[in-house]
C-alpha cells in the first residue's frame, strides 16, 4: 500500500526530451522513498546502480538481477568487440549473447564521435529497461525501475563534450600503451 502513495507523487519520466530538465532529483527521490518504503526495499534501491558488479550478485530484485545483467553483457560485448577491432586479446570468459545487443554494440563501435557512440548506447539502455518496465505501476519492482531509468536520465544530463574527449583519449592511449583499464567494475 506504501508503493501507491510514493508512486503516485513522482513526477512521470515519461517522454522527457534530451534537453528537459528532470522533474525530480535523485536525492529528492529517496528522500521521498525513505518516507514510504521499508528497510529492506530502502537498502536495495540504495545498492541499484548503473554499473554492475563483474560477477552475479544476488538481489530480492527479479527487474534489478535483469538489469545487471543485460548491462554487463552490454559491457563485456563491448570490451569484445572493441578488442577485437584493434587486435587486442581480451581475457574475459565469454558467453553467446543476444543478436539485438550484438547489433546494438557493433552501431556503436562505427560511430566516429564517441558523445554520439555513448549516447547511441544511452537510448539502447533506455530501450532495454524499457522491457523491464513492470506492468504493475505500484510495485517495489516499479519503483526499482524508476530508479533505473532516473539514474540513466540523469547521467545522460551530465554529458559533456569537452570532458568526454579528455577521458576518451586518456582511456584510448591507456588501451593502446597495453595498461589494464576496468570496463566494470
Known sequence: MAEYYLISQLPSLDGLGENTPIPVTE?????????????????????????????????????????????RNLRLALAKLRADKMNKHFDEVMQSFPTGLLQAVRTAIEIESP????????????EFLETLRPMDSFSEEYVFYYCLKLKLLER?????????????????YSIMSEEKTEVIQ
Open 27 to 71: 536525492n529528492q527521490f529517496f528522500e521521498l522513498c525513505s518516507r514510504f518504503l521499508g528497510k529492506r526495499a530502502l537498502a536495495e534501491l540504495k545498492n541499484i546502480s548503473l554499473i554492475p558488479s563483474r560477477t552475479y550478485e544476488k538481489s530480492s530484485s527479479a527487474l534489478i538481477e535483469k538489469w545487471n545483467e543485460g548491462e
Open 115 to 126: 558523445m554520439e557512440a555513448e549516447t547511441f548506447l544511452n537510448r539502447y539502455r533506455l
Open 156 to 172: 545522460m544530463r551530465k554529458f559533456d563534450t569537452h570532458s568526454g574527449e579528455t577521458a576518451y583519449r586518456k582511456i584510448y
